[in-house]
């Protein structure tokens, strides 16, 4: 199949919709959420009743960070465990959902501001598959990912997103994964479990997140690190940030905002997560 009549059959398996689908930031916190029966999994199932199946799901998550961007393009994206340490459970977790090479195709065609790689290498990594797994287990749903280039600012990536705008009207369910708030070096490990617990200044900066986000101040937030001390410690590294920026580039004004998984974990980490639409 050449490019053209691949965009051509695109068009004709997803035509717009009338209503769009909802745009997710999730909180997706430890790897072990993508195998546990917890407050944070049980509502990423639940969640999905709400919203029509979509076609594919397409994913911006915190741990697919490259120079450039690049989208999955193959048949049947290798589920990857990228991290150490955990449970042998863990590792044996396969998600066989497959890909769609004309869905990435499209994808790229819509992205103006950069030129983007096809990738046949990477997959579905755990900022992925420990979310997709509980809202569709029966991995019958197209899921790609898309990258987030490292060399780039905030406000790149809310530009970037903008331009895919057009697939939340064909049924594209799109997901930033990452966390609003994340410092892996001070967390308290014996709080990642049980009540909430959070630093002073995490749960000041989850708040004022929020707050700026149902506000619609999203200068504010793509110009973070104007915002302090408190964002610093919150945002010591943008890769966890950034899917957050994407799905506020994604969303619509005056649309419905429904903030979830607002807990904060292990002082230093917030689950705290947000649907458009």
Do not use: C
């Not at 200044?201 to 915002?227: C, P, R, V």
């Not at 945002?235 to 899917?243: A, G, Q």
């Amino acid at each position: 199949m050449n490019t053209f009549s691949a965009f051509k059959s695109f068009t004709d398996k997803l035509p717009e919709q009338e209503k769009l689908m909802p745009a997710l930031f999730v909180g997706h916190g430890s790897p072990m959420n993508g195998i546990e029966d917890n407050e944070f999994s049980r509502y990423w199932s639940s969640m999905v009743k709400d919203f029509p199946t979509p076609k594919a799901v397409l994913v911006i998550s915190a741990h697919w960070y490259t120079r450039g961007t690049q989208i999955t393009a193959m048949d049947f994206p290798q589920t990857i465990h990228d991290f150490g340490g955990f449970p042998e459970e863990l590792y044996k977790v396969k998600y066989p959902a497959p890909g769609d090479l004309i869905l990435a195709r499209e994808t790229a065609s819509l992205i103006k501001s950069a030129t983007v790689g096809l990738d046949h290498e990477w997959g579905l990594d755990h900022g992925t598959w420990t979310i997709v797994r509980h809202m569709y287990p029966l991995a019958n749903i197209p899921v790609l990912q898309l990258s987030i280039d490292y060399s780039k600012n905030a406000s790149y990536h809310y530009e970037l997103a903008k331009e895919i705008f057009s697939l939340r009207k064909k049924g594209v369910l799109i997901i930033g994964s990452g966390n609003m708030v994340h410092n892996l070096r001070m967390v308290r490990f014996d709080k990642l479990y049980g009540p909430a617990f959070g630093f002073d200044w995490a749960i000041h900066m989850n708040t004022t997140f929020k707050d700026l986000i149902t506000s619609g101040s999203h200068d504010k937030l793509i110009q973070y690190e104007k915002m302090g001390t408190e964002a610093m410690l919150s945002i010591p590294t943008p890769e966890h940030y950034l899917p957050l920026i994407y799905i506020l580039g994604l969303s619509k004004k005056d649309e419905p905002i429904h903030f979830f998984n607002d807990k904060a974990i292990g002082g230093s980490l917030t689950m705290t997560s947000v649907r458009f639409g």
